[in-house]
């Protein structure tokens, strides 16, 4: 099927992607700002390419001899250029390689949807044959209550009583895979869901039977939110704009779910109880 170039490779659904590439007996490129990250891919079977999507010059060499490529971008305040400079770098390439962008489903009020669709459109325009999936919010972004959790078998999230059918990133991952092994339609845009649209309340109620003890979710304000996360060290813009996606998401705007990743791997997506289940070890001291 020729070589698939993985832009994002070792972040949360790169790191998954590349493997199971590699396990179905792809030829991969793993495009890599620090290639010591990359160490493990490397072993996998992968070869790591050295790059910064900031530097279009690194760009066209990244692409070469390349047929498929999965596009990743972090979500940070310099996304939009370095996606676009992705397809530029495309658009002047030999093969004129098929892309599977990850894109995102939430509010376009966050300037981090704001960044994706910027590119998503320049995507559209380009004339390059492309798909792309759009998850919801990620299953492991839960874990960062593991620690108030442990602490104080609380959830303390700013949804209020919001409902979303988010999804398990291994799901994202086999949906990728899937997109990238002839699964997707050209030009189709695929929203990745969970099996069910949930609140913050049926998540504690998930790790409550987990864990076998009272887990509770305490709806908090943005403002505490926000300040949670900068305390964690999350730079500010990528707070601001996950602080503008749970606004969304308390007013139910990603209320639904699909069955695209049903259509794309051949499976069910995973639940939040089996996500609980998989990573109990994390929420109990």
Sequence with gaps: MGKILVIGATGNTGSLLIPALLEAGEEVRAFVRNEEKAESLKKAGAEIYNGDLDEIDTLDNALINIDKVYLCIWNGPTAAVQGINVIKAIKKSEKSPFVVRLSAFGSPQSRIIQQINEVDIALKESQISWCSIKPTFFMQNLLMASQTIQKDQSIYWDWA????????????????????????EHGKEYILTGPESISMHDVANSFTKAIGEEISYVAVPHSA????????????????????????????????????????TDHKPRSVDDFTRDFKSYFVS
């Design 225 to 264: 939110a926000k300040e949670a996360m900068l305390s964690m060290g999350f730079p500010e813009f990528i707070v601001d704009g996950y602080i503008e996606l749970n606004q969304g998401f308390a007013q139910n705007f990603a209320n639904k779910t699909t069955h695209n990743v049903e259509l794309l």
């Design 161 to 184: 009583a919001g409902k979303v059918g988010i999804i398990d990133i291994r799901d994202v991952a086999e949906s990728a895979l899937g997109a990238l092994t002839g699964r997707a």
